[in-house]
């Protein structure tokens, strides 16, 4: 009797052991899985990280682009003419575009309506400061003037 008791005991214990190995092993896959999701949100907040620094600059040197195309529209300068090309090229390298805005119907996904205007309705007819996107988000919308329906006739 004591040794169909002691097998029962060494059934059980071994049932439990199994159990236990089987706990374990799924706890151990859920901490590798969490891991890995963890590994993926950090990933995913460093690039968003990057992106903002990368916009905050961008912003900073847009201003500066600004500054140097309206300077070139008063100066006729070849030297700051090729300086404002070299600047585009780089922007243009790293993925900028600049929002096409004149002669186009408005929209305001892209675009900030400063002044409404005589002129065809909804269309734009003036940039009053050039739109960016970067990887299809827009960093900064065009500002224009838009059209309200009437003209002027003369």
């Given at each position: 009797m004591a040794?169909?008791?002691?097998?029962?005991q060494e059934k059980s214990s071994a049932a439990d052991a199994?159990?236990?190995v089987r706990?374990?092993?799924?706890?151990?896959?859920?901490a590798l899985a969490?891991?890995?999701n963890l590994e993926k949100r950090i990933q995913i907040q460093q690039q968003a990280f990057v992106r903002l620094a990368n916009?905050?600059?961008?912003?900073?040197i847009l201003s500066v682009l600004d500054d140097l195309e309206r300077a070139a529209t008063h100066l006729k300068d070849d030297g700051l003419n090729l300086v404002i090309g070299k600047l585009s090229g780089v922007l243009d390298s790293e993925g900028i575009k600049t929002i096409k805005s004149e002669g186009e119907e408005f929209n305001p996904e892209?675009?900030?309506c400063t002044e409404m205007v005589n002129g065809p309705k909804n269309a734009v007819t003036e940039t009053?400061?050039?739109g960016y996107i970067l990887n299809d988000h827009v960093?900064?919308?065009a500002k224009v003037k838009v059209g309200d329906g009437h003209t002027i006739r003369t």
């Open positions: 040794i169909k008791n002691r097998k029962k199994d159990q236990k706990e374990l092993e799924e706890n151990w896959k859920r969490d891991y890995r916009a905050a600059l961008i912003h900073k892209t675009m900030e009053v400061l050039k960093i900064r919308p």
